[in-house]
């Protein structure tokens, strides 16, 4: 995530990318916590399943961050597509409009990324232990 003044690919592909680890960092911790939690577990013998608390405050962190981080990047975004006064397609080869364009999208894909972030960490509020 590096501020700039101008949009180029990197600014393009932040949100997405903090929604790929986000993703996997939930994966990871949820997959982790169970398999480890599974080898002490005595689900066979009557005792329960194990919870999945520790790895429910992970994802919780890791989602409040790769929200904010989304959130700046569309902060950033919405500075990039604001600078101009033309309205879209912006399909001119000048580069206002390639500054425009590359806000717009970076606008859409952060939203998208935000609601994506959301979803990957919807099971660890439904899901209560590791079966």
Request: with cysteine; aromatic share 12%.
């Given at each position: 995530?590096?501020?700039?003044?101008?949009?180029?690919?990197?600014?393009?592909?932040?949100?997405?990318?903090?929604?790929?680890?986000?993703?996997?960092?939930?994966?990871?911790?949820?997959?982790?916590?169970?398999?480890?939690a599974?080898?002490?577990?005595?689900?066979?013998?009557?005792?329960?399943?194990?919870?999945?608390?520790?790895?429910?405050?992970?994802?919780?962190?890791?989602?409040?961050?790769?929200l904010?981080?989304?959130?700046?990047?569309?902060?950033?975004?919405?500075?990039?597509?604001g600078?101009?006064?033309?309205?879209?397609?912006?399909?001119?080869?000048?580069?206002?409009?390639?500054?425009?364009?590359?806000?717009?999208?970076t606008?859409?894909?952060?939203?998208?990324?935000?609601?994506?972030?959301?979803?990957?960490?919807?099971?660890?509020v439904?899901?209560?232990?590791?079966?």
């Amino acid at each position: 995530m590096i501020a700039s003044t101008r949009a180029n690919l990197i600014t393009l592909i932040t949100a997405p990318t903090i929604w790929a680890v986000h993703f996997l960092v939930c994966y990871v911790a949820a997959s982790v916590h169970c398999a480890k939690a599974m080898t002490d577990a005595r689900v066979f013998t009557g005792g329960g399943w194990p919870d999945v608390t520790t790895a429910r405050i992970v994802i919780a962190v890791a989602t409040v961050a790769a929200l904010g981080a989304i959130a700046w990047s569309s902060r950033q975004a919405w500075t990039h597509w604001g600078d101009g006064d033309a309205e879209p397609p912006y399909d001119d080869g000048t580069f206002d409009d390639r500054q425009q364009f590359l806000g717009f999208a970076t606008i859409l894909l952060c939203g998208l990324s935000f609601i994506g972030v959301i979803f990957v960490a919807l099971p660890a509020v439904f899901i209560g232990d590791c079966r």
